[in-house]
């Protein structure tokens, strides 16, 4: 059989801003089948509310008192179905006859759930249909369920191989969007990738793949309260290789909140990469007074806790600055008890805090980014970001990092962190705030000791597939 190639289908925005919602409600979900209707609901409130399925469905799974099997099911799908939606609409889009756009959104959830068990689980084919068939059924009646039951059939009569060979870019014409549609990104997010990593061969496949994984979860030991060492063994993790203060859980080990050092404030959940963006500013060593630090990107207060503990050590004194007042407030709670003074406000307008020009030691700028580098911990976002947001962030961003030059002292470090490998955000702000403030870029793979695969320097870019890391890039810079 062969299909016509469609023009590709984009994520679909909601077209009504209440879609019907599931007989039942989400309290009451069917009761033979929770795990599929709990994977549903979260891709429709994905898609008409913007959720995020990371935050959205463990709280479906605790409300419904889902647990076992049925958890691990509606977890599989309703996060592979996230990170699938763009290549599960080409494939449907060539299995419907008219554009997706006029499909009603509710019956295009319940697609993208059929069709990711017909191309990605090893669900058999006839029971990904029916049980697909049937949460139609329940919720929007016969007609309907036809309609689902004949595309998804459609969709079962070829293999995800055998979609992808239709519908893919000819690798020889278009690598970066063959690459993109088999690991199922958007083609410019393969190209931002690939601009990074200065490949379109294999390492752009391994690196696209590693978004597919189910990351495991990070924990970062307090300095000073308890070692990595305890902590893992009062966890039942491992040691992480790079972070002094890391522990690494399995993937899939449960929710973390529940753990007793976690609810005793002795640990916190934070990505090993960003445990070392924010020891890496403490690195390079300085002549003279080292006891007043700056975080000028603070909430919700991850890296400010781990340096307020390395300040409470040695001696000193955090300034943690936020916009977001909400987000301010999870600084305070995350920071107590540390030396840190929390203030809300916009960075760009220091004075205005009463944050002098020149008197800061160190300085963190943990800049509002696109995300790209932690895409295998938040499911839809590749899908929803767009290239057209890159230009407000770096305009930011920019902004930032020549404000911290600004505060901190002669002598003193700026550390330049952002969570993406997107070369605008990276090394292109970089460059730009050196050449115009004359300060000096160090080697910042030497603040990443023992670190395999860092490149030529003199920044480092982390990435999940070399190191188990999000992609976190990371400069310092001396005034
Ligand atoms: C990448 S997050 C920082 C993460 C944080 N450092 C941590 O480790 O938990 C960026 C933060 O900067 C804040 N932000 C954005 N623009 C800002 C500005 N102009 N001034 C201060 N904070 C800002 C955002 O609200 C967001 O909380």
Redesign the pocket.
Same mark, same amino acid.
């Given at each position: 059989m062969t299909q016509p190639r469609r023009r590709p289908a984009r994520f679909s925005r909601p077209r009504t801003p209440h879609p019907p919602k599931p007989k039942g409600g989400p309290g009451r979900p069917p009761v033979d089948d929770p795990a599929r209707q709990a994977a549903l609901d979260t891709l429709r409130e994905v898609r008409a509310r913007d959720a995020y399925a990371n935050l959205l469905l463990p709280q479906i799974l605790r409300e419904r008192r889902i647990t076992g099997r049925d958890a691990a099911l509606a977890t599989e799908l309703a996060y592979g179905a996230c990170r699938c939606i763009g290549l599960l609409d080409q494939v449907l889009d060539a299995c419907i006859d008219r554009p997706l756009a006029k499909v009603e959104p509710a019956l295009l959830d319940v697609l993208r759930l059929g069709c990711y068990q017909l191309l990605r689980t090893r669900i058999p084919p006839h029971a990904a249909v029916a049980s697909t068939v049937d949460l139609v059924r329940a919720g929007h009646g016969s007609r309907s369920s036809g309609f689902v039951n004949a595309v998804l059939r459609k969709v079962s009569e070829r293999s995800e191989e055998e979609w992808l060979d239709s519908l893919a870019p000819d690798p020889e014409k278009d690598r970066i969007g063959n690459l993109a549609m088999r690991e199922a990104h958007p083609r410019w997010v393969a190209r931002v990738f690939a601009d990074s990593l200065g490949t379109t061969g294999d390492e752009l496949e391994t690196a696209l793949a590693a978004d597919n994984e189910r990351p495991a979860v990070h924990l970062v030991a307090r300095p000073g309260e308890i070692t990595a060492e305890e902590l893992a063994a009062m966890t039942g993790g491992e040691v992480a290789p790079y972070s002094p203060y890391g522990v690494r859980l399995a993937a899939g080990a449960g929710d973390p909140a529940g753990l007793d050092p976690v609810r005793e404030r002795l640990a916190s959940v934070?990505d090993e990469g /960003?445990q070392l963006c924010?020891v890496a500013l403490t690195r390079p060593k300085l002549e003279g007074e080292d006891s007043r630090w700056l !975080?000028?990107?603070? *909430?919700? *207060?991850?890296?400010?806790a781990l340096l307020g503990a390395l300040l409470a050590i040695q001696g000193g004194r955090l300034d943690a600055?936020?916009?977001?007042p909400h987000?301010a407030r999870l600084v305070e709670q995350s920071t107590q008890g540390l030396p840190i003074t929390v203030h809300v406000? !916009? /960075?760009?307008s220091p004075a205005a805090l009463g944050l002098e020009s020149g008197t800061f030691d160190r300085v963190?700028v !943990?800049?509002?980014?696109t995300g790209l580098g932690s895409l295998r911990r938040r499911p839809e976002s590749r899908w929803r970001r767009q290239p057209s947001d890159v230009g407000e962030l770096t305009k930011?961003q920019r902004e930032?990092l020549l404000t911290a030059v600004d505060l901190v002292r002669p002598g003193g470090v700026v550390g330049y962190v952002?969570?993406s490998p997107h070369l605008s955000e990276t090394i292109g702000i970089v460059a730009d705030v050196v050449r115009r403030t004359g300060v000096t870029a160090l080697d910042t793979r030497e603040a990443f000791p023992d670190m395999p695969s860092l490149g030529d320097g003199p920044y480092v870019q982390l990435w999940p597939h070399r190191h188990g890391t999000d992609a976190m890039f990371c400069a310092l810079l001396r005034k």
């Open positions: 934070q /960003s924010a !975080d000028l990107c603070a *909430g919700p *207060g991850g890296k400010s600055v936020e916009k977001a987000r406000g !916009d /960075s760009r963190l !943990d800049a509002p980014c930011l930032l952002v969570c």
